[in-house]
């Protein structure tokens, strides 16, 4: 029943390591029980953790292995230990056997073993052993959430399994006679009596929860299930990384700094990547030239100051899960060893759109195709990735459309308080050419012919940024600008014009050899039907000299008529405006939701701890309530439930009809006995050590001065009552036996009783 948690687990891994992992740490945590079931109960728990360690440590070697992960086992399982949770629960489904995904199931696994088989063995209450087993099961329902049909088939299994355990422990039961036969008549005849009322009690309570929660459970059977994942925070890049655009212009003005190190193997340049599409729809310079675009970020959300990543990573393992390749294009394999020199931050470059990567921990969106090392990068980190490069159908792009819907609302959307010149120039490009291709083209081909390139040019892409470099005096410093401005402009006046676009900040390399700071650059993309997202390249030639752009743009519209509103024209084929995307952009600053590590973590023992911990919580904090709040009499009314609550706890119960200082009395013998008991003294012995013995005679009085003068207590003698009760619990608490102790901060009976 153990192992078919980790079959159900299995579902949401790649591969079937996992379900073998866990299927072994359920039979060695029940073959360890049954083969030392002839030991004292006390060494059984060692005996079986010690063999716990050592498969988990196979298990975590394994993982390692399989997923290449460099480092010593010390290390991994190290690693593994901090971080297992986190991961688990954020990582990419399917998720990767690796050390920190497998070893959360694994020791969950062990320990429900350990506690199933010890209970139905040693105490014979197969049933009650197996409570570990079905939490463990539920748990892996929980984790795996929605992410994976309904387990119906393991869940049948299990509750055969269980049938046919429950059976098998009847047949070998040892049978007797009536145990009552022996008893006298009337009284064989009242025991029968109250099992027969007990027997027939307990198929009604059965019966009213069948009917009262069976609605319930059949209403949820075609429900969506809750998937923990959402409750917990993936990993974020950081400040620096969420807008890498800003730092175009900071490597333009450093452009001999090392950042990376390339070799690239596996695929000819011609299908690395496409540097860009002219008008005419052939191959641009970068297919020309042999230059490979190594990709860092995808910035899709602009608000009308900054573009942002707006990505979600999820923890990733060696592979990486494939997206739907656009239908009309080629696809090349392009493999690169990459070497981190001075590059910084988090995000990891690699060919678009990577499939796998070894050498490095990393993290994956797959929305954009981008990789971040939760770690951040450092200097000397190498790591191999294998990309599929797409490469469109060119012929395709001049009668290629482009989508609309909610589905691209968020590379659709502009943002509010776009300048009115530039409202204008899209206008104005927009009616001039009626396809969506057309259009990008135009866009693409008014940016290189008016503006020019300057590596000192001040970073900003904000509206205020835009109109200056767009629309700003040629001598003053506008019309020139970075690839950042040239890329974000191109952006902007794409969704102006109803093109779904976004920005895309890396390096323009050869593939080989060393990638400098003036390698770095942005460049805009387009979504096309079919084609998937195609660059742009709106950078002017090295020796084109810019026309003015008063030449080509109209700065003032003309007036309409007085009925008409100025509104430019579009060809049917033009795709609707650009809408706004529901709840503005999706960037990384919302609030994080608490983590609920004890419901998504899988394991029974962390639920568990989730109960004590609340139990203590409440414990705590009535313990408050009573002592800390009210008048005075209340105050002294709750110092002595709290030490008539310890006596309960501490097997002694006092009768409501004993008067307060018999109470007292009680209370001061029950201490006496307890500490007699833990040092061994005979029963009959005066003392019992450890102390003098705290009393509560004092506490007594002032109980009744309650009871028979009311409103006469003040608020010293409410603190005295406090002080001399919580004295008397804390020694009668350290006269207990440890285990009694860890015990009596979590019993839920003060909570309970009135």
């Known amino acids: 029943?153990?192992?078919?948690?980790?079959?159900?687990?299995?579902?949401?891994?790649?591969?079937?390591?996992?379900?073998?992992?866990?299927?072994g740490a359920a039979a060695g945590s029940v073959l360890v029980s049954v083969a030392a079931r002839r030991l004292p109960s006390w060494l059984v728990a060692p005996v079986s953790i010690a063999a716990m360690a050592g498969w988990t440590l196979v298990s975590l070697r394994l993982a390692a292995t399989q997923a290449a992960l460099p480092g010593s086992l010390?290390?991994?399982?190290?690693?593994?230990?901090?971080?297992?949770?986190?991961?688990?629960?954020?990582?990419?489904?399917?998720?990767?056997?690796?050390?920190?995904?497998?070893?959360?199931?694994?020791?969950?696994?062990?320990?429900?073993?350990?506690?199933?088989?010890?209970?139905a063995l040693r105490a014979g209450r197969v049933?009650?052993?197996?409570?570990?087993?079905?939490?463990?099961?539920?748990?892996?329902?929980?984790?795996?959430?929605?992410?994976?049909?309904?387990?119906?088939?393991?869940?049948?299994?299990?509750?055969?399994?269980?049938?046919?355990?429950?059976?098998?422990?009847?047949?070998?039961?040892?049978?007797?006679?009536?145990?009552?036969?022996?008893?006298?008549?009337?009284?064989?005849?009242?025991?029968?009596?109250?099992?027969?009322?007990?027997?027939?009690?307990?198929?009604?309570?059965?019966?009213?929860?069948?009917?009262?929660?069976?609605?319930?459970?059949?209403?949820?059977?075609?429900?969506?299930?809750?998937?923990?994942?959402?409750?917990?925070?993936?990993?974020?890049?950081?400040?620096?990384?969420?807008?890498?655009?800003?730092?175009?212009?900071?490597?333009?003005?450093?452009?001999?700094?090392?950042?990376?190190?390339?070799?690239?193997?596996?695929?000819?340049?011609?299908?690395v990547s496409t540097e860009g599409v002219s008008t005419e729809g052939a191959s641009t310079e970068g297919a020309a030239t042999g230059a490979t675009r190594i990709r860092l970020a995808v910035l899709s959300d602009y608000d009308g100051v900054t573009w942002r990543v707006g990505a979600t990573y999820r923890n990733a393992g060696r592979i990486l899960p494939a997206g739907a390749v656009a239908r009309d294009s080629t696809v090349t394999t392009v493999r690169q060893q990459i070497t981190v020199a001075e590059l910084s931050g988090r995000l990891l470059p690699a060919v678009a759109t990577p499939r796998e990567v070894s050498g490095a921990r990393v993290a994956y969106d797959p929305a954009s195709g981008t990789l971040i090392r939760p770690e951040g990068l450092t200097p000397g980190l190498r790591y191999a990735v294998t990309s599929a490069a797409e490469r469109p159908d060119e012929n395709l792009l001049p009668t290629a459309n482009v989508p609309a819907g909610e589905?691209?609302?968020?590379?659709?959307?502009?943002?509010?308080?776009?300048?009115?010149?530039?409202?204008?120039?899209?206008?104005?490009?927009?009616?001039?050419?009626?396809?969506?291709?057309?259009?990008?083209?135009?866009?693409?081909?008014?940016?290189?012919?008016?503006?020019?390139?300057?590596?000192?040019?001040?970073?900003?892409?904000?509206?205020?940024?835009?109109?200056?470099?767009?629309?700003?005096?040629?001598?003053?410093?506008?019309?020139?600008?970075t690839s950042e401005q040239f890329a974000a402009a191109f952006a902007v006046l794409g969704r102006l014009s109803g093109l779904p676009t976004r920005v895309v900040v890396g390096f323009r390399t050869t593939g080989q050899g060393p990638v400098l700071a003036g390698d770095a650059s942005a460049w805009p993309e387009v979504l096309f039907d079919g084609l998937g997202w195609v660059p742009f390249n709106p950078l002017p030639q090295p020796d084109d000299e810019p026309r003015p752009v008063e030449e080509d743009f109209r700065e003032k519209p003309e007036d309409p008529p007085p009925s008409e509103a100025p509104a430019p024209t579009v060809e049917p084929s033009a795709s609707p405006e650009p809408v706004a995307a529901p709840g503005g952009p999706s960037g990384g600053g919302g609030v994080s939701t608490p983590v609920l590590v004890a419901g998504g973590s899988g394991g029974l023992l962390l639920v568990l701890?989730?109960?004590?911990?609340?139990?203590?919580?409440?414990?705590?904090?009535?313990?408050?309530?009573?002592?800390?709040?009210?008048?005075?009499?209340?105050?002294?009314?709750?110092?002595?439930?709290?030490?008539?609550?310890?006596?309960?706890?501490?097997?002694?119960?006092?009768?409501?009809?004993?008067?307060?200082?018999?109470?007292?009395?009680?209370?001061?013998?029950?201490?006496?006995?307890?500490?007699?008991?833990?040092?061994?003294?005979?029963?009959?012995?005066?003392?019992?050590?450890?102390?003098?013995v705290p009393v509560v005679d004092e506490l007594a009085g002032l109980l009744n001065q309650v009871a028979f003068a009311p409103g006469t207590a003040t608020a010293d003698q409410a603190e005295r009552a406090g002080a001399v009760a919580t004295a008397y619990?804390?020694?009668?608490?350290?006269?207990?036996?440890?285990?009694?102790?860890?015990?009596?901060?979590?019993h839920p009976g003060p909570l309970r009783r009135r």
């Open 1 to 23: 029943m153990t192992a078919l948690a980790g079959v159900v687990l299995g579902r949401v891994y790649a591969g079937g390591l996992l379900s073998w992992l866990v299927i």
């Open 74 to 119: 010390l290390e991994v399982t190290a690693d593994a230990a901090r971080n297992a949770i986190p991961r688990l629960l954020t990582a990419l489904i399917p998720v990767e056997p690796t050390p920190d995904t497998v070893l959360v199931p694994v020791v969950a696994t062990w320990l429900a073993g350990l506690t199933g088989s010890e209970v």
């Open 127 to 271: 049933l009650l052993g197996y409570l570990p087993a079905a939490g463990l099961y539920v748990a892996a329902l929980y984790v795996v959430g929605p992410n994976a049909e309904p387990a119906v088939g393991a869940t049948l299994v299990f509750v055969a399994v269980a049938a046919v355990g429950l059976a098998a422990s009847s047949a070998t039961a040892p049978t007797g006679g009536d145990p009552t036969s022996e008893l006298p008549s009337r009284v064989r005849a009242a025991v029968r009596l109250r099992l027969a009322g007990g027997a027939a009690l307990g198929v009604a309570l059965v019966v009213g929860l069948v009917a009262a929660l069976g609605p319930v459970v059949a209403d949820q059977v075609d429900g969506r299930p809750v998937d923990p994942r959402r409750y917990v925070e993936p990993p974020q890049v950081q400040t620096l990384d969420e807008n890498p655009l800003i730092r175009i212009s900071g490597w333009a003005l450093h452009p001999e700094q090392k950042l990376l190190d390339v070799s690239t193997e596996g695929a000819s340049t011609e299908g």
């Open 407 to 481: 589905e691209v609302a968020r590379v659709l959307r502009v943002a509010d308080g776009a300048p009115d010149p530039m409202r204008r120039l899209a206008a104005q490009l927009a009616e001039e050419n009626g396809a969506p291709f057309a259009r990008a083209s135009a866009i693409e081909q008014f940016l290189a012919e008016h503006y020019r390139v300057v590596a000192d040019a001040p970073s900003g892409h904000a509206y205020p940024n835009l109109g200056f470099f767009l629309f700003g005096p040629r001598g003053g410093g506008g019309q020139e600008g």
């Open 609 to 692: 701890g989730a109960v004590l911990f609340a139990l203590v919580a409440m414990r705590r904090s009535l313990t408050r309530a009573r002592l800390g709040r009210g008048d005075p009499g209340q105050r002294i009314a709750g110092a002595w439930r709290e030490v008539t609550d310890a006596l309960r706890l501490a097997g002694r119960p006092v009768g409501g009809d004993l008067a307060a200082t018999e109470v007292a009395e009680q209370a001061r013998q029950a201490l006496l006995a307890a500490r007699r008991e833990r040092s061994g003294a005979p029963a009959d012995s005066a003392g019992g050590g450890d102390g003098p």
């Open 729 to 746: 619990v804390a020694g009668l608490r350290a006269a207990r036996p440890w285990w009694r102790r860890l015990l009596w901060s979590v």
